[in-house]
């Protein structure tokens, strides 16, 4: 038997990210009423939507915004539908094809423009005979046309507002200004070995600022159009203004080797730079056939690059794989390949069970501290995997720290408190469990400061906090700590949730539980 194996059967106890301790009373009533309606996909709705989930930690802020939002902004720049309904385009077109048209006077065309630009016919039977959940997902994206290139202000102002009403406080956007995407696109078919890495690198420094520089401003723009939009800084500002936000910059892993170490230079460069950008991923589909041939490449370059930029957090897609898709031997080490390059949490993690030495991995994560962002609805949608063929429950028996995360809800046309759903509809998880993954999305944030929480043991305050989050030396942690200060709002927030908001629904969906079970005499 492996010694990994050896390894996670013997420390299985000691490697759970949480803290056993008493159970509140508020605990104790949220869990039971939770248990009592888990079966009512209308109840728990309503119980789930006003619980506080912390942070949305994998979140494309381009397949955030939903097809409607982009069809509005497409209407009000004059912009076309395509002959076919299928995708947004730029004029000219015939007045009957003005997106405005289509939406004011056709609404089964405008419906089937939607639909091509989400995956929400699809996950209704619609096409689904006809295309992979995986091919409609990702031609999502290029259906948007001239204009996703109109709407950064917007489409941020709409994320942070829905995460808001979802009962999200702190999101991690993974997003590109136009600069860098400009910048990697630049072509470029300089043959590219490990061996070459660093010339390479040498070769492309002088011309990092400039770009940095630019995409700097752009960001700038984009988080003002934002405010502006949201009535930040006056009266009856939206929620969205108090939602926390930060920023990971990306590199391509479908493009050919040149373009993909400048995309992934250029990443590292701005979240050295800009404080705003707390770290960098990869992205692009994990099965594509550059991706797949280059994936130990692009591994270098991102081990590469993490020497010579260490203050730099890494969260990196991988496994976003499912068995049949994909030849076995991509199947094999894509998760610890990752992990060897530096990868501090993995964006899916969905293909674990298939690697060579699955557990000796999983017993390395639980060790390290390194996350799994959990995607329920995008892994359904994509990949097929769902209920007990999701990798969740396995992660969370063996100690390995798990959040869950929406991916691209816009697209998806789902939400954090779907998510949280799917987790007890499909995985079977209780409200303790729901609060654990809350507060670790918060705990393994990139976000900077000290922890609420002594050595990474969710739920096990600093000695500073030990006595009470009240105490005036956990005030002084918070008020210094940004980290810390969203952990400390949102054991606030599960106070009043458990404390007020609970027992008000108890009175109402317990008693209809209560009246659905009776016996009639």
Known sequence: ??????????????????????????ERAAATLLQQIADSPTALRIFLKPMPKGGDLHNHLGGSVWAEDYLRWAAEA?????????????????????????????????????DALSTRGW????????????????????????????????????????AAGDRVGYVELIHNPAALIAATLAPDETPLTVEGLAAFYRRESAAIAPVVDQAMAQLDRTEAAARKEMGCDGKGADAGCAVAVRYLAWGWRDLPPAQAFRSLILAFAL???????????????????????DYDLHMAMIRFLGERYPRVHRTLHAGELAFGRVPPAALRDHIRKAIDAGAQRIGHGAAIALEDDALATMDRMAREGVAVEINLTSNAVILGLKGAEHPLALYRKLGVPVA????????????MTQEYARAVGEQGLGYADLKAMARASLEYAFVAGDSLWADGRVGAPVAACAPSLEAAACRALVDHSAKAKLQWILEQQYRQFEEVIVPAQAKMLGRTHEDKNATVP
């Open 123 to 162: 996950q209704q039977g619609v096409g689904a005979n006809d295309v992979a959940g995986h091919s409609q997902f990702f031609a999502s994206f290029e259906r948007f046309g001239p204009a996703s290139d109109r709407v950064h202000g917007g489409a941020m102002a709409v994320t942070l507002q829905n």
């Open 404 to 415: 869950l995360s929406t991916d691209d809800e816009g697209i998806l046309r789902t939400d």
């Open 78 to 114: 004059g912009l076309c539908a395509s002959q076919a309904l299928d995708r947004i385009t730029p004029p000219p077109c015939p007045p009957e094809r003005t997106v405005r048209h289509l939406g004011e006077r056709d609404s089964l065309a405008y419906d089937r423009l939607i």
């Open 271 to 293: 979240a050295d730079r800009d404080p705003r950008y707390v770290g960098i991923n990869i992205v692009q589909p994990e099965d594509w056939v550059i991706a797949l041939r």
């Open 1 to 26: 038997m492996r010694r990994g194996l050896i390894a996670t059967l013997t420390a299985l106890s000691a490697l759970t990210p949480t803290v056993a301790r008493a159970e509140t009373a508020g």
